[in-house]
């Protein structure tokens, strides 16, 4: 238990605080690290914003009442900030289960993130459950991991000019006959995209990259990867000198409002940037 509670003289608390309620937040840390001696702490002034952190993986919470504290910020995708009141040995019992049922999905997800091109999300944190990786200039696949069945397979989607997802949603309808649960994630992706080595990320000066490559990711109309409905651009343009990337719902009131109408649930009309034609399924 050494070194497990740290002082952050930094924060000030500019109300009240009694011994009485000192001594109960010191009774709570106490109870705390007789059983999670592996949790180390991190504390405001007067104990009342405590950060657990373990293996990496930090959870936040708050005092709100004499005995029970509020868990307001979290990195692992099921512990978030709506929990209701609860003890700390509690917080600290259900971050320390949950570290274990996910670790699995994050080995398999840092796999992916040595051996493949990861175009978002660009800095992963421990509550991303997806990775969109690079496999061509004009497609990409999005993989979005299930947290209550992480050996099962994931959502798969392609983002790219559509005549090539046409071409790559083929191989998705075979997907429960290739997919074995003894396999890594990353070898099963392998397998389905008949992929032996996905390409790796080019190494770039700091400015290139900012001005080229991570915009390219972005709508070419809202300049955003992920829309407010948590989608990201999946439609491409399928001229090569152009390939920028746009949102279905952008695109489409783009060419709505251009006078373009549907027809037989696509709607055809010209590409924001470029001016050649494009066309997105409503």
């Known amino acids: 238990m050494k070194d497990a509670v740290y002082r952050d003289v930094r924060t000030s608390d500019h109300v009240s605080i009694t011994h009485k309620t000192i001594s109960n937040r010191l009774q709570d840390l106490t109870d705390l690290l007789l059983k999670y001696s592996e949790i180390q ?124 997802v046409s071409q790559y949603r083929k191989k998705l309808s075979d997907i429960a006959q290739k997919w074995n649960p003894d396999r890594t994630l990353l070898q099963n992706l392998s397998v389905l995209l008949d992929i032996n080595q996905f390409p790796q990320e080019p190494v770039l000066r700091d400015v290139e990259a900012e001005e080229g490559l991570l915009a390219d990711e972005e709508c070419c109309i809202c300049f955003l990867k992920e829309s407010d409905d948590g989608q990201f651009p999946n439609i491409l343009c399928n001229n090569g000198k152009c390939n920028k990337h746009y949102h279905l719902s952008c695109l489409q009131k783009w060419l709505e409002t251009n006078g373009n109408q549907p027809v037989f649930d696509q709607i055809h009309g010209k590409c924001p940037h470029c001016n050649e034609n494009i066309s997105c399924k409503l």
Request: hydrophobic fraction near 40%; charge should be neutral.
């Open 41 to 164: 702490l991190l504390s405001s002034y007067k104990l009342n914003t405590i950060k657990l952190m373990t293996n990496g993986v930090s959870t936040v919470v708050q005092k709100d009442q004499e005995k029970l504290w509020k868990i307001v910020y979290s990195e692992v995708p099921r512990i978030s900030g709506n929990h209701s009141r609860l003890l700390l040995t509690y917080i600290c019992y259900l971050l320390t289960t949950q570290m274990d049922e996910f670790d699995l999905i994050w080995t398999q997800l840092k796999e992916i993130d040595m051996h493949c091109w990861v175009i978002d999300p660009s800095k992963p944190k421990p509550y991303h459950l997806y990775r969109r990786i690079y496999l061509t200039q004009s497609l990409s696949v999005l993989i979005t991991v299930d947290p209550h069945f992480s050996i099962g397979i994931p959502n798969i989607q392609f983002v790219g000019s559509e005549s090539i």
